[in-house]
């Protein structure tokens, strides 16, 4: 689970193609594709659109899309995200769960490391308990909270004993969270390791090639995988931070595809003619999210009454070039197991609003929404939050930051202490919507407004202990609820993953898959 600035949205979002299914009620013109076209064949190499170089490429590191983008092809976790978002054995050939308290992961025998070696039990410890280490600073150690202890228990047996029961852990072992690398490789690089001169040695069925500083990254099929062999021999990774030159390498033929199209590109590569867009499941909301509950926002009132006047159908139609549905509720429809239990439809009320506006005393009162330059997308969401406003009696101020310090909002309290909210997007990493609704616990990274209910974290503490799925979604219902009455932030679209394919190759997920499953290795040749 993460929260992105919309420095990645202004990036996101594709059209259909290929065999599409309807899917939800998606607004015109578009359709859910559950799946590209399987390759017909193998294929030398292809060429792949990136918006960002990544920083690194250490997995505990690995916290937004380039990187993970990347690595979900390196490297492998105990578990695996299926392009369906659903949960199977990666590494781990099985897991058992002996009580509440205890994981046992059982080790693939014979997987070999790019760089020589096999995957130990040892390995296995090593990697995780990095994670657990504070001198790293691992950005996926909030998943480890519970985690009492990690040890080999067998020859290929690993053990991880939890402090109290966690439904949560397992599923994030899908994620980087999870991810088993080579030790000696790691320790011999130290500081180098993930950089471009240190490399990585994984068991993915690619391995790491020449990664030209500020250009590209390459992948070369690895033979001695365990799983299926990639289809394509080589992929290159190029770092195109310009979205309409992004659009461009695509139309000639310089780059064969992509995630995260910028939806102002929908219509030039619908219409070019060389490729097909398709949308498919993101778990990825866009959101406004509030960075206190002082000042003109304290009053539930204001932050509902916001809420009630924002054109939801008229970002979707403007911002997202109409690719996306509004946003009930902070979890998306497609993580909860009963998508029919999910909440829907946000009706706007105009009226309603500016009657709690004047019920709240703060009619004129003054309000600051961060904007940025970085995306037509965020640039939007700010304006109509201050039509919205001014629509129903507030004073709103636009905070135009610039895009390589939007960033900070996410992780530095000053950097939020001038503004009262701000454009964000949200998307899972795990198939729960519990996950949405733990980031507003009193001790929650992302919970940016300093909100804080001992009930509310002791309802989340019994939700994260239930394993049974649909016990633990009633109790994230009652979550939904709790939050919903307060308003902690401001749900506006559901928006699908893009994906944009040439003519010469087929096969890649449609789903925010990706980021896990290793989607490059089932690309191949289109006929």
Known sequence: MRIAALTAVAFMVSACGGAATPHSTPAAGFTMSASTPPAQGDIDSFTWSIYAEPPTLDYIYAFDYPQNMILSNVCESLMRWTPQLGLEPGLASEVKQPDPKTFVYRIRGGVKYHGGGEVTADDVVYSLRRHLDPALGSYWAKSFDRVASIGKSGPMEVTVRLKQPDSQFNQWMATSAGTVVNPRALQAKGRDYGNPDGGVDCTGPYRLGPWRKGESIELDRFAGYWGTRAKAGKVAFRFITDPAARTNAMLTGEVDGGYLIAPDSYARLREGGKGALYFGKSLTTVNLAFTNLKGTLSDVRVRRALSLALDRDGFIKTGLQGVGSIAAAPAPRDAWPDQNAAPRGVKRDVAAARELIRQAGATGKKITVATSPIGTDVSLLATAVQAAGTEIGLEVELKTIAPDAYTALFSDPKARAAVDLFPCTYYLSITDPLASYSIFRSDG????????????????????????????????????????????????????????????????????????????????AAG
């Open 445 to 524: 990274f992302e919970n940016y407004m300093g909100y804080s209910d001992p009930a509310y974290d002791a309802l989340v503490d019994q939700a994260i202990a239930e394993y049974d799925p649909a016990k633990r979604a009633a109790l994230t219902g009652r979550l939904r609820e709790k939050e919903a009455e307060q308003v902690l932030w401001i749900p506006v679209a559901e928006w699908p993953t893009s994906l944009y394919l040439s003519k010469r190759i087929t096969g890649a997920p449609t789903s925010i898959a990706y980021m896990y499953y290793p989607w490059a290795a089932d690309v191949g």
